[in-house]
């Protein structure tokens, strides 16, 4: 998996970057998770992951790469409260375990 990143805008009133990447999964045997994606994002762009929020991830059937959008808080708390509770929710869910 790769991350290019494409656009990167700082938004002073938020207090956050705004990013738009794309993730080419060339070997990854599909679109790989949220979560791994937003890892990956967080260490090529040297943020801690707790304060990464992928917004959006669209893959195009058939494609290998998928093109998506997020937002890079100064800290948690002012993620908290900006972003709605779903995608709070699901950017901050446990590692489910595999069976």
Same mark, same amino acid.
């Given at each position: ?6 656009? +990167?805008?700082? %938004?002073?009133? /938020?207090?956050? %970057? ?21 890892? =990956? ?13 992928? @917004?959006? /991830? ?15 808080? =100064?800290?948690? %708390? @002012?993620? +908290?409260?900006? =972003? ?10 446990? +590692?489910?375990? =595999?069976?």
């Amino acid at each position: 998996m790769k991350i290019e990143v494409i656009d +990167k805008n700082y %938004n002073k009133l /938020l207090r956050r %970057n705004e990013i738009c990447f794309r993730v080419i999964h060339n070997d990854a045997g599909g679109t790989p998770s949220r979560r791994r994606v937003r890892e =990956e994002l967080a260490r090529v762009l040297k943020e801690d992951v707790k304060n990464v929020f992928l @917004i959006k /991830l669209i893959t195009k059937t058939g494609a290998n790469f998928s093109i998506g959008t997020a937002n890079i808080y =100064e800290n948690l %708390n @002012i993620a +908290k409260e900006i =972003e709605p509770d779903y995608i709070i929710a699901r950017n901050l869910e446990e +590692k489910k375990e =595999e069976s």
